[in-house]
């Protein structure tokens, strides 16, 4: 049940490819919370999805569109105003790929070619999305986009690869055009930096399940889920949050936090045999 949050609001939600995705999630949130919406993804995720399939849900249409294509990108705006009949309130930005990471390259012996079309699908999408957007005016004043991120973009993770590169450039994106945007239009922008979670995309990072262990046992709330960063993505496209923009927002139950945690050190200490008793800490 839903409380009206986003009653009247219309959206664009990029990524969302199948009941695992969280963008799959933040469409039915936003649509039980009264927005109506349109759905688009690239026409190779369109073909090996399920998005045809949430669409028929939700009572509106998919829009094919390659976000690394300024001239899809234009399309899309174009098509969803008049399928929605009006500006667009919020973009969800979820959208992620390595082909380094999909290959196993070792991030001290990237393929450059593969490099570029990591920063180009996860990030630069992002600025061209909102650059878009603002020379067609699509966007209503106190709109609100959102990107995923994660963070791997302010500290080292071990098999994130290139995408930790990604997820830094997205988040100084939201930063450097939402003085613009803010400024201008007071359309608002912001990053998400969500828990580890188990979606397509997460599972092709190596190691991801002990990762999804480890950042269990060191957040004080655990993990958040896809459910849940739903659940927040639609306060930040709600009115209650028109003052926040330019902001990278941790959604990780305390993980960002974190030094060590009392699980995360036992679980470490039974890894080495050591007696627990010997070594505890208040």
Known sequence: MGNNLLQGKKGIIFGALNPDSIAWKVAERAHEEGATLTLTNTPVALR??????????????????????????????????????????????????????????????????????????????????????????????????????YVAAQRTFFGYNDMADAKSLLESIARSFGYIYGRERHVRINTISQSPTLTTAGSGVKGFDRLLDFSERMSPLGNASAEECADYTITLFSDLTKKVTMQNLFHDGGFSNMGMSLRALQQYEKGLGLDEDEHKFD
């Open 48 to 149: 090996m999805g399920e998005t045809k399939s949430l669409a028929d849900k939700l009572n509106t249409i998919v829009i094919g569109a390659d976000a690394t294509k300024v001239e899809d990108l234009n399309n899309l705006f174009i098509e969803s105003m008049e399928v929605l009949g009006g500006k667009i309130d919020f973009v969800l930005h979820s959208i992620g790929m390595s082909p380094n990471v999909r290959k196993e390259r070792h991030y001290s012996d990237l393929d450059y070619n593969y490099l570029d079309k990591t920063l180009d699908v996860s990030a630069v999408s992002f600025h061209k999305v909102l650059q878009t957007a603002k020379k067609l005016d699509a966007i209503n004043e106190w709109g609100s986009v959102v990107a995923l991120s």
